[in-house]
């Protein structure tokens, strides 16, 4: 194959991913506004500003569209996640401090975000409603608390600590307590309290740890 035509190749798988992105971002935002029931794919290409021949390029239907924006988004969050955890971060630290500075790293790197709480709760009520886009959500909560978990044990660990609750219920008491202080601030149209956040979550992973050579 030529020079040419492996650029030129090259460039339309550029332009294509290009191209699924901004539908991707452009169902974020409709999500947000309209709901899955209300959002079309008509609403969709206009808010990209692509027709309807680039949406099916690209996407079969709006439910494989909505698979992708969560999948998408829920990488992000790991890769985000796993750079706040990064040793690096917590380097020297006492265990609070350092529970402490993973925090304060991911909320720097993922600061709250009133839109995809909305599109996600929508994503949660098609999981409670069990049909294959919440499924595919519910696989996706299931992985993201899997990664909690593990770098939770992770973090310890280096710390010379280990957790005396089970793991699971550890992160599923941290996801919650984030949630909450996020569903409220966003209720009470007013910025999330992060000085409590960062008060209370290394108070709670701590408070559940013990040495591991005890």
């Known amino acids: 194959m030529s ?28 999500l947000a506004g309209e709901g899955i029931q209300g959002a079309s794919v008509e609403h969709i290409c206009e808010q990209a500003g692509f027709t309807r021949g680039a949406f099916y390029s690209n996407f079969s239907s709006k439910d494989e569209l909505l698979l992708a924006l969560c999948e998408r988004e829920s990488e992000d969050m790991f890769d985000k996640l796993r750079t706040a955890a990064d040793p690096s971060a917590f380097a020297g630290l006492d265990a609070s401090e350092a529970v402490g500075a993973v925090f ?92 409590l956040l960062r008060r209370v979550m290394p108070a709670l992973v701590v408070s559940a740890t013990e040495p591991i050579d005890s």
């Open 3 to 30: 020079e040419a035509r492996v650029a030129e190749r090259t460039a339309g798988v550029r332009r294509r991913a290009a191209t699924r992105e901004r539908l991707l971002d452009a169902a974020r935002v409709v």
């Open 104 to 195: 304060d790293r991911f909320l720097m790197l993922q600061p709250p975000d009133r839109e995809w709480f909305l599109v996600q709760g929508e994503f949660e009520l098609r999981s409670v409603r069990d049909d294959a886009v919440g499924r595919q959500f519910r696989a996706v909560w299931s992985q993201v608390k899997q990664e909690v978990q593990e770098l939770m044990v992770t973090i310890l660990d280096s710390l010379g600590l280990r957790l005396t609750i089970d793991a699971h219920d550890a992160a599923v008491i941290l996801m919650g307590t984030y949630d909450m202080a996020l569903r409220e601030s966003l209720i009470e149209n007013r910025p999330i309290d992060l000085d």
